[in-house]
């Protein structure tokens, strides 16, 4: 059997901030080396595809995105 490595999917970091979920996936897109897919408990995935240029920068992007969509919701 082939060896993973180099394989995409071991580039999937998975966290969770503020009761959404974040899944960060290693794959680039223009200038961009990472895409994520933010789930809020709700579970409607929104995905971005140019997520940033490295992960620290996705995750962040992310987060920035859950304290906006937080802020939308108490607005309405």
Known sequence: MPSSEGCIMKNIRTDSY????IRIKGEQNMCSNFSFD????SGKTQHV???GDNEARALARAREMIEMELA?????
């Open 38 to 41: 933010i789930t809020p408990p």
């Open 72 to 76: 939308f919701a108490e607005e309405n």
């Open 49 to 51: 595809g140019m997520g």
């Open 18 to 21: 503020r009761g959404w979920d």
